[in-house]
């Protein structure tokens, strides 16, 4: 095999919560009242076009979470000398699907920092030559970058055209694809609602379909406009620039996505449980179970949260440091460190989602068809999943999306801080802490913090926006008056 | 009512002994006394009878939670934990690993902290309630979407891009005030002015949405809807029907945080060298310095079981129907 | 309108406030005055001279205290100069039978050295409470206790002070505190080994401090120490086990500077503890500055000692330094400033703005600020930006003694041992880490490769071909060139891991280098690290963790590579060379060999080389050993040698007499101010830029004037 499949925790968890998404949808569309609540979110422009936003985001983040370590060279020497067969070496480095695909943003690395789509290198150094009388030369200039236009040869004065046609081409493509995209749209309409063309144009633009169809479409156009001219330029400029050791910045935002992801939805997976089963636990039970799980509850939440996180990842550090031989990899080590963050984040952070499921149980166990079923007998357990559980699930979908936002947030502050992700592991807070000092410099390096704020906010903007669209949809009160 | 006070701070008991067993029990697995030792005496040239010796001296020679050797209470008392939490109940926080007394430390970082959380909360909560009322007042006009959009867009940006962003524009480019740093007395307020101003900025947005739904619900109330049919104006109706009766949903968030400001914010204390309580406490979680670690923690619970039972008490003024039982 | 007129009013008033340097961090009484201005990063944790053993300690405790000797602020090399003492000590040795020996006697035969210090009288102490005196001789505050220091809450809070001279006692009263119990010196197991009976006295103080109450005085004066005595009022006596040639270079450190027993009766009367009132917080000392404010959290304040013995600036140095104009006060009253205010800066950004907006007079450049500060020139040399000349600015630089290194663990199977397969794997990674790129990347050039151990200014390092490290560099065209990698991977294969693979099983070779996490631009680091690795086809993997996991898994000898540095005490090739020393292996007895290199040839010229001295008769033969034992180590390799840090310090026009110095400290004293030139340019380069707050107001017109329009047509809409 020419590589070996490495399995992270984090890429199980991923895909475990990709496939949860799944079956969700499909249950919720066999759900009528899911199935309304989830057709408001889709009427609304706004939720849709950042969902359209977050797919590509989600998209990147699940291409990078297939993770394998390439076979290495059969050693050449030992080949020629025709030894017996040697056992298939694979690299320390842990790839992913993603990294396959930018592999030549991956390994063009500079010297240092250059500009965004620049030639040359962004600070003047000594360089030396040999000159024709064979005597040392030195001069000093902005050296040529190894990598960036590296196409164009010596004729860099061309830069601005070639940067210019790829552009256009890029645009022409984009505009071209979209037209596509956006004629079988409407013909997928015209055949759905069985209308003419013509007519299914007019309802998509004139937002007469049940389905925010116009915003998706305009966001896809946007984004392709964004993304292929991105595309064409990355692969012979950097189009972000490079950092310090001349990596790629595109690169790092890139990789940064996934973190991101991780961050903001597997920590999910570990308040999820608790809240919900605690919350319901305390509010349906009450008595001594109610009066334990309020305590556990203010206990937690009366430590200061950053203290806590910071014991908490200090002494997973520990742990992880301990025990080297737990891991072949550096990518495992970075990845139980990121999958520990997500856990501490969980545990502080499930204690208000707890708190609301509580009242909203004390609330719903006190209704007359609850009462009636303790009456029959009914056990615990069953009228908890029948009737207890399905009234929550508006609470839970809002705090859900509501929640991962401010996790996303919460990641580049602790790892600004120290107790965030392992600084091996590129992410949003890492690329800010490493950015930062560059704003000081003089000529200011401002094009790494640009590069990872852009990205962040468009992320974190479409989280915040869709989890309003959500809200909206779910919340009875608001849903009720719309 | 007063034997409601006492009872909830009877209740705070538990939650306080809890609070010291889960920080004392993470801060132990992470580090040992010798790791504590080695920390405090420094890289070079330190032997084990140094670390022997600091950690007899400080106590940290006994075992964690449960003292074999001891007979009689002593199995729980000659502890570390014991030992080293019981003191705190008596407001006696010790001494921080480096020979200073906490307490006093303490006291003289709440004034820095203060000066900032302080203006920063008012300001923010003085902003943020004016600039929601004046969306609400427009609700579902053009001027309301603009601001909501805009709100959005003000939460979706990291704190941290706030804070370099005001420190480079207002100190570096403009030299409008001093980039960082803290002086005493009168002194202090043009130090205070960017870190409050970054802090009431990047508040903005999360708040003011928060303020604006809560106003809306009061607005699509029957009363108000009865007050507007007397005849009163919007303004008279926005100020003393709405702006009252959402006082309740803004007290339960804003309260507890009061007493929480005395614990400052690590991340502007920090960026701005002011020598309040969250730069202490940086410091110690880098320091690995158990003690302080353990009494802002221990501050911090206390400060957040008060602000719960503050809140309790201010529903009482707001709305006297609220009664203790 | 009323209001937009109320908006008009408070813009003036705002403007007319803004006049210029709104941003100046110092109170405005301050404007004006003789006082320098200084930054410290980590707060001081110690200032007792018995534990502070840190530099961010040592910048305020040299200025206060003063140990018998101190370096010459402009010779290089270092010299000892007396400071209190009458001269530098000279020893006399003794063998076992108590005979004196000459001078040159050989290290073997000497029992005992001997060192007679003779102090200057009519040298006085700070003015401090301590000291105080009633009529009758008996002190004021003898007998405190936690009432009567009610509203006493800082040593300026006590009405009373004295001084008085310094006498011999005080400085064999602070020898015996380094045994004290209840104190951590870094140094007590050292020198307890050197020091005749200071360890046996430290055994006695413990016993002694067990009958004691906790918490009360411990009067060292009722012990004696053996290998310490008062010859008379001015003279003190050590004696050292053996020879110590480089003893005298601790006697320039705080460690050996006076305590009076007074001052540590006073701060151990009950209740001052509890208020800070401590050695630790509060020192005590005959130097050219005292404490006056000691808030570490965000200011020291060091003034004037009114009762300073008095010294004069230097009047010989270096060749340059006539030119550099630092002989222009030759033979002026020293200190020249009134006051130094130390402001604690944690972050680099505001530093570095700080300084240049003229708020610090000197400053440190960090790595990312120096593309601004500093040009690289053709072939080398550094030169100021012409932003930085405009300002006047001058740039002092100089290599710090210290070394930076990539160790092999030797003990590890793989990379460990002096086997010749090893030795060349070693080898062929010294040259494939290509450390004059790690310099231009992440040091921008502030360092030089280190080719030994020996930083440049110590006794035995080369200049040139001599210096260079054969087995890394070729000498080409008159300076090194790193060899190619092709070497190194030929060495590779000889080592019997062709292109990174196992000639025998074909395994990849796999490295694992352990580092400490933390700091930053790690990420990066790390990444060209792992690069350089593959240039040989070597798989790296980087373990980080926190320093003290670190400690622990190279104290366990459970680490294949590992990141240190080194910091000199003193400035002699034996405080370098001992890192190596066989003896002294980590694993084995704790020592300070971290790669547990141990290599008998090497030992036996460590051990000749470490009792000579570099300068007489003898000097010439100890180069010899020097460069032979240094030989041994380019080739064994058990360090890849990292780089010497440079130290980078601008200074602006108007602070004077400032040399770069790395081992003398107490330098605060040298330093002269041009206080109207600092006002006049401060002024210049302050004046704030008021255009945005013109814009912020028109902002929020911009905001409000739509909303009140709106609100008036409600209004009517609404009254219709």
Redesign the interface.
């Known amino acids: 095999m020419a590589f070996l499949p490495v399995i992270l925790w984090s890429d199980v968890l991923i895909w475990l919560l990709f496939a949860t998404a799944a079956i969700f949808g499909w249950l919720s569309v066999r759900n009528p009242l899911w199935r309304t609540a989830w057709q408001r979110v889709g009427r609304s422009r706004a939720g849709m076009a950042s969902a359209t936003v977050l797919v590509v985001f989600v998209g990147v983040g699940l291409l990078d979470s297939i993770h394998y370590r390439p076979r290495l060279e059969e050693a050449a020497a030992s080949a020629a000398s025709g030894t017996s067969r040697q056992p298939p070496a694979y690299a320390v480095e842990v790839l992913s699907v993603l990294d396959a695909i930018l592999t030549p943003l991956r390994t063009r690395n500079e010297k240092t920092y250059s500009e965004p789509l620049a030639t040359r290198a962004y600070a003047k150094e000594s360089i030396e030559s040999r000159g024709a009388d064979g005597q040392l030369q030195q001069s000093r200039d902005y050296p040529r970058l190894k990598h960036g236009g590296a196409h164009l040869g010596t004729d860099e004065t061309q830069r601005d055209a070639d940067i210019g046609q790829r552009l256009l081409r890029a645009l022409a493509l984009a505009t071209l694809l979209w037209w596509a995209l956006a004629a079988a749209t409407a013909a997928g309409l015209a055949r759905a609602e069985s209308c003419t063309h013509e007519e299914a144009w007019r309802r998509i633009w004139h937002n007469e379909s049940d389905f925010a169809w116009n915003a998706v479409l305009a966001t896809i156009g946007v984004l392709l406009l964004v993304v292929l001219p991105l595309a064409a330029l990355s692969f012979n400029y950097h189009v972000f620039g490079t950092d310090k050791v001349g990596q790629d910045v595109f690169y790092q935002v890139l990789k940064s996505v996934r973190t991101a992801l991780v961050i903001g939805l597997v920590t999910t997976l570990v308040t999820l449980p608790l809240a919900i089963f605690l919350g319901v636990l305390a509010g349906y039970f009450r008595g001594w179970v109610d009066d334990l799980i309020q305590y556990l509850y203010t206990t937690l939440s009366s430590i200061p949260g950053v203290l806590l996180i910071a014991a908490a990842v200090l002494m997973m550090q520990v742990l992880i440091d301990n025990h080297p031989q737990w891991f072949a990899t550096a990518a495992e080590r970075a990845d139980l460190r990121l999958l520990a963050l997500c856990f501490i984040l969980g545990v502080t952070s499930w204690t208000g989602l707890c708190r609301l499921l509580r009242g909203e149980t004390l609330k719903l166990r006190e209704l007359e068809y609850i009462q009636a079923a303790q009456a029959f007998g009914v056990a615990d357990l069953r009228i908890i999943g029948r009737h207890i559980l399905p009234n929550l699930m508006h609470i839970v979908i809002i705090a859900l999306v509501m929640d991962f936002s401010s996790l996303v947030l919460a990641e580049a502050v602790l790892s600004y801080v120290g107790i965030g992700v392992d600084p091996t592991m590129i992410s949003f807070g890492t690329m800010i802490n490493n950015a930062r000092m560059e704003l000081a410099r003089e000529p200011m390096v401002w094009w790494s913090l640009a590069a990872a704020f852009v990205f962040m906010f468009t992320l974190v903007l479409a989280a915040n926006l869709l989890a309003d669209a959500v809200r909206d949809a779910f919340d009875p009160r608001i849903a009720g008056s719309a | 009512m007063l034997a409601y006070l006492v009872r909830r701070l009877l209740y705070a008991l538990p939650i306080l002994i809890g609070v010291n067993v889960i920080t004392f029990a993470l801060f132990f697995v992470v580090n040992t006394p010798d790791d504590m030792a080695r920390m405090q005496l420094g890289v070079k040239r330190v032997t084990p009878e140094a670390i022997d010796k600091w950690k007899a001296q400080r106590g940290y020679d006994k075992p964690l939670f449960i003292n074999d050797a001891a007979s009689g209470s002593a199995v729980f008392t000659d502890t570390i934990f014991f030992s080293k939490s019981a003191r705190m109940f008596a407001g006696d926080f010790g001494r921080a690993e480096d020979g200073r007394d906490i307490a006093r430390e303490i006291t003289s970082r709440m004034g820095p902290s203060l000066a900032i959380a302080l203006p920063t909360f008012v300001l923010g909560l003085l902003v943020t309630v004016s600039f929601a009322l004046m969306l609400t007042f427009f609700r579902a006009s053009y001027l309301d979407f603009w601001g909501v959009v805009l709100c959005v867009a003000m939460m979706s940006i990291s704190g941290l891009f706030y804070i370099i962003g005001g420190q480079f524009l207002i100190s570096k480019l403009w030299k409008l005030v001093p980039i960082s740093g803290y002086g005493s007395g009168l002194d202090a307020w043009k130090f205070v002015i960017l870190p409050v101003l970054i802090g009431v900025i990047s508040g903005i947005g999360s708040s003011t949405r928060w303020y604006r739904t809560i106003f809306l619900e009061e607005i699509s109330r029957d009363y108000v809807r009865t007050a507007r049919a007397k005849g009163l104006s919007e303004l008279v109706v926005l100020f003393r029907h709405v702006l009252r009766n959402a006082m309740i949903p803004i007290l339960t968030g804003v309260v507890v945080v009061i007493p929480l400001l005395f614990m400052g914010s690590l991340l502007t204390e920090s960026f701005f060298g002011i020598p309040g309580l969250g730069s202490y406490t940086i410091d110690a979680i880098n320091a690995q310095d158990f003690a302080v670690v353990r009494a802002m923690v221990f501050i911090g619970s206390v400060l957040y079981i008060v602000g719960l039972i503050l809140t309790d008490l201010s529903y009482t003024f707001v709305d006297p129907r609220i009664r203790f039982n | 309108m009323r209001f937009p007129r109320l908006a008009l009013l408070s813009l003036l008033l705002m403007l007319t406030a803004?006049a210029s340097e709104?941003?100046?961090?110092?109170?405005k009484a301050e404007r004006g005055k003789n006082i320098l201005y200084s930054a410290f990063t980590d707060?001081p944790?110690?200032l007792d001279p018995v534990q502070s053993?840190?530099e961010d300690e040592i910048t305020f405790t040299a200025q206060i205290y003063e140990p018998p000797l101190q370096y010459h602020y402009l010779k290089r090399p270092y010299t000892l100069i007396p400071a209190t003492s009458e001269s530098v000590p000279v020893p006399r040795y003794y063998d076992a039978e108590g005979r004196e020996l000459p001078a040159d006697a050989p290290a073997a035969e000497i029992a005992r050295s001997v060192y007679d210090i003779r102090i200057r009288p009519g040298i006085r102490y700070q003015p401090h409470p301590a000291f105080a005196t009633d009529g009758k001789g008996q002190p004021v505050y003898g007998d405190l206790d936690a009432g009567k220091l009610h509203g006493i809450d800082a040593i300026a809070d006590f009405a009373v002070t004295g001084s008085r001279e310094l006498v011999a006692d005080d400085y064999i009263y602070q020898i015996k505190r380094l045994a004290h119990?209840?104190l951590?010196s870094?140094?007590?197991?050292?020198m307890g080994e050197r020091i005749i009976g200071l360890r046996e006295l430290g055994s006695t103080l413990r016993e002694a401090d067990r009958e004691l109450p906790p918490g009360a005085w411990l009067d060292l004066d009722r012990f004696s120490l053996a290998g310490v005595s008062r010859l008379d009022r001015y003279t003190y006596r050590i004696e050292l086990r053996g020879k110590y040639p480089q003893f005298p270079y601790w006697l320039a450190m705080p460690f050996f500077a006076p305590v009076p027993r007074e001052v540590d009766r006073f701060y151990s009367m009950p209740g001052m503890?509890?208020?800070?009132l401590?050695l630790?917080?509060y020192p005590v000392g005959t130097g050219p500055f005292m404490l006056t404010r000691n808030?570490p959290?965000?200011r020291m304040v060091l003034e004037r000692n009114p009762n300073f013995h008095g010294e004069t600036y230097p009047c010989v140095g270096e060749p340059g330094d006539a030119a550099a104009g630092l002989l222009d006060d030759c033979g002026k009253a020293l200190p020249f400033i009134d006051k130094a205010v130390f402001?604690?800066?944690?972050?680099?950004?505001?530093y570095?703005?700080?300084f240049l907006?003229g708020?610090y007079d000197a400053s440190g450049i960090?790595s990312?600020?120096f593309?601004?500060a500093v040009?690289?020139?053709?072939?080398?040399d550094v030169r100021l930006t012409d932003?930085m000349r405009e300002k006047g600015i001058r740039l002092l630089t100089s290599v710090r003694p210290s070394v930076f290194y990539m160790g092999f663990n030797m003990l590890d199977p793989v990379v460990g041992g002096l086997s010749e397969q090893a030795t060349k794997l070693r080898q062929a990674l010294s040259i494939a880490i290509d450390q004059e790129?790690f310099i231009s990347?992440?040091m921008n050039g502030r360092g030089i490769a280190a080719t030994s151990p020996l930083p440049p200014g110590i006794f035995g390092y080369l200049e040139g071909e001599a210096g260079s490290n054969p087995v890394v560099y070729d000498w080409v065209?008159g300076r090194p060139r790193r060899k190619s990698i092709e070497e190194a991977k030929k060495l590779l294969?000889e080592a019997g891991w062709?292109?990174?693979?196992n000639?025998r099983?074909?395994?990849?070779l796999?490295l694992?280098l352990d580092t400490t996490?933390?700091g930053?631009?790690?990420?990066?680091?790390?990444?060209?690290l792992t690069?350089q690795f593959a240039k040989l086809?070597i798989?790296?993997?980087?373990?980080?963790?926190?320093?003290?996991?670190f400690?622990e898994k190279i104290r366990k000898g459970a680490v294949q590579l590992y990141y240190l540095g080194w910091?000199a005490?003193y400035p002699d090739p034996e405080n370098f060379l001992f890192l190596l020393d066989g003896t002294d292996g980590k694993v084995a007895v704790?020592g300070?060999n971290a790669s547990n290199y141990v290599n008998p040839e090497y030992d036996r010229l460590f051990e000749r080389m470490k009792n000579m001295e570099s300068d007489g008769p003898r000097g010439a033969e100890r180069l010899a050993i020097i460069r032979e034992a240094i030989a041994l180590l380019q080739h064994d390799a058990p360090w890849i040698f990292g780089f010497h840090p440079k130290s980078y310090t601008l200074g602006h026009s108007w602070l004077h007499n400032r040399k770069s110095t790395d081992v003398g400290n107490n330098i605060l004293k040298y330093q002269r101010i041009d206080v109207a030139g600092r006002e006049r340019l401060r002024q210049q380069w302050?004046?704030?830029?008021?255009w945005?707050?013109l814009a912020a107001v028109l902002l929020l017109v911009a905001v409000i004037l739509?909303?009140a329009v709106?609100?008036r047509r409600?209004?009517r809409g609404?009254a219709r």
Request: glycine residues 8%; aromatic residues 8%.
């Open positions: 803004c709104q941003n100046d961090p110092y109170p707060r944790k110690h053993y840190s119990p209840r951590h870094p140094i007590f197991s050292m503890a509890e208020k800070n401590t630790d917080w808030d959290n965000s402001s604690r800066e944690k972050e680099a950004i505001p570095w703005n700080k907006q708020y960090s990312d600020s593309d601004q040009r690289l020139g053709v072939g080398g932003e790129e990347i992440f065209d294969a062709p292109n990174g693979r000639a099983t074909g395994e990849p796999v694992n996490s933390g930053m631009g790690e990420k990066s680091r790390l990444d060209w690069r086809d798989q790296l993997v980087v373990r980080s963790t926190d320093f003290n996991r400690q910091n005490d704790g300070e302050n004046e704030p830029v008021l945005p707050l739509p909303a709106g609100y409600r209004e609404t």
